[in-house]
């Protein structure tokens, strides 16, 4: 069974910072690309990072470059996703993906999804 298991949401006030996991399991995980989508209420799904099987090649949406970070461990079967400066319009459902293609930010070219974590960055 494939499972892909978000953690490390909660309340932070702006300026704070979160290291948010995903651990995956029932899959090859250092086969996949991985990305990591945002959804606030009200709005679309917001891609906002992705990195590569072999955690090379990285990519960032735009609100959130030299803010987040996104890395993985192979060994371990997870994925990180270090938020820094956190601003009040990051407050989202933080989901993480795997795709086996480069999916880029498509989230029709993700083939597993987590459950999220909700993040919220509020004084």
């Known amino acids: 069974e494939v499972q892909l298991v978000e953690s490390g949401g909660g309340l932070v006030q702006p300026g704070g910072s979160l290291r948010l996991s995903c651990a995956a399991s029932g899959f090859i995980f250092s086969s996949n690309w991985m990305g990591w989508f945002r959804q606030a209420p009200g709005k679309e799904r917001e891609g906002v990072a992705l990195?590569?099987?072999?955690?090379?090649?990285?990519d960032y949406g735009d609100s959130v470059k030299g803010r987040f970070t996104v890395s993985r461990d192979n060994a371990k079967n997870t994925v990180y996703l270090q938020m820094n400066s956190l601003k009040p319009e990051d407050t989202a459902m933080y989901y993480c993906?795997?795709?086996?293609?480069?999916?880029?930010?498509?989230?029709?070219?993700?083939?597993?999804w987590g459950q999220g974590t909700q993040v919220t960055v509020s004084s």
């Open positions: 993906a795997a795709g086996r293609l480069y999916p880029a930010f498509n989230p029709s070219h993700y083939n597993y």
């Open positions: 990195v590569s099987p072999g955690g090379v090649t990285k």
